[in-house]
């Protein structure tokens, strides 16, 4: 048993270093096919990084989802806090903030040039108002629930929430993962053609050889299997270029684009994938990799028999 494993331990290293030397037979070659696989990959998984940051920029905007309620003018303290302690009560509402007729003209005050004007107003214009952090729910008609609710609360002027662009922005956020798929469904395919076309030419080239092998009784496992850890060096080396490429370019925007965030105040930055994500991606392209090299190396050996 021991000596059998020890045979195969063997002759996958032998292949190991074989389909190594089938990509140093022809750099230039190998290089101009890896480059084009790279390329090829960092593609999608350029769109995937955009839309993990999407996702993420997402998370940071979450204030950004709030409910304004807006209150009567000249409601009393014990009113306004009647009101307040009904809206925390409201199923949905995971916070609840009040601020105050007097915060609210106080924060007025505060803001550049507002003050002279502040005092020509015989009252105070302000009303009281209440920010609400809605629970996060991923069913559709949560969010308006929630303001329909709100708007029947007593003493209420009006609710506030700008849900459309946050709407819009899902939106997208769908799209861009739907295209993501697709391309890189679309593109592992071209990957496969890459690979498969690059193996075809190299068994070609040693048909001689091929054909010699099997005349001495090598069985097609034995020969395939070199050209099957080449097709699996392709999909890694194509898959570890790419991740080169795309931090590359996560690097060049991030630099182009640090000043402009920082001259509009915005704390956004770029991430790149993360570790499960690489792993991920590094075994998808040694899959594909590899079935571009079963699905030449399949054909290709079934039409070479040797001479006798």
Not at 171 to 188: E, I, N
Not at 201 to 221: N, P, Y
């Amino acid at each position: 048993m021991l000596s059998v494993i020890q045979r195969h331990k063997v002759l996958h290293l032998q292949a190991f270093r074989s389909g190594l030397g089938l990509l140093g037979r022809h750099p230039a070659s190998a290089l101009m096919t890896l480059s084009v696989i790279a390329m090829a990959l960092a593609l999608p998984a350029l769109l995937w990084v955009f839309s993990n940051n999407m996702s993420q920029w997402t998370h940071s905007w979450k204030n950004n989802n709030q409910i304004v309620l807006y209150l009567q003018p000249a409601l009393s303290d014990d009113q306004v806090d009647a009101v307040f302690k009904r809206v925390k009560e409201t199923p949905g509402v995971a916070q609840a903030h009040l601020i105050t007729a007097m915060e609210g003209l106080a924060e007025l005050t505060a803001q550049e040039g507002m003050q002279e004007v502040v005092t020509l107003l015989p009252e105070n214009p302000i009303p009281a108002l209440i920010e609400i952090t809605p629970i996060e729910s991923k069913e559709p008609d949560h969010f308006e629930s929630l303001m329909q609710a709100l708007n029947t609360i007593n003493d209420v002027d009006k609710v506030s929430a700008d849900r459309a662009w946050i709407e819009r922005w899902h939106a997208l956020l769908h799209f861009v993962d739907q295209l993501t798929l697709l391309l890189g469904v679309v593109l592992a395919m071209v990957v496969i053609l890459i690979i498969n076309n690059a193996l075809r030419f190299a068994i070609q080239s040693r048909q001689d050889e091929i054909q010699v092998l099997k005349w001495v009784g090598a069985t097609d496992a034995f020969v395939a299997r070199p050209f099957l850890y080449s097709g699996v060096f392709y999909g890694i080396l194509g898959g570890v270029l790419a991740l080169l490429l795309v931090y590359m370019f996560i690097y060049l925007v991030s630099w182009a684009f640090n000043p402009l965030l920082v001259l509009y105040s915005m704390a956004l930055s770029i991430s790149g994938l993360s570790l499960k994500q690489t792993l991920l991606l590094l075994v998808f392209v040694t899959i594909i990799g590899w079935l571009g090299a079963y699905l030449s190396v399949r054909k290709q050996l079934a039409s070479i028999e040797p001479e006798l």
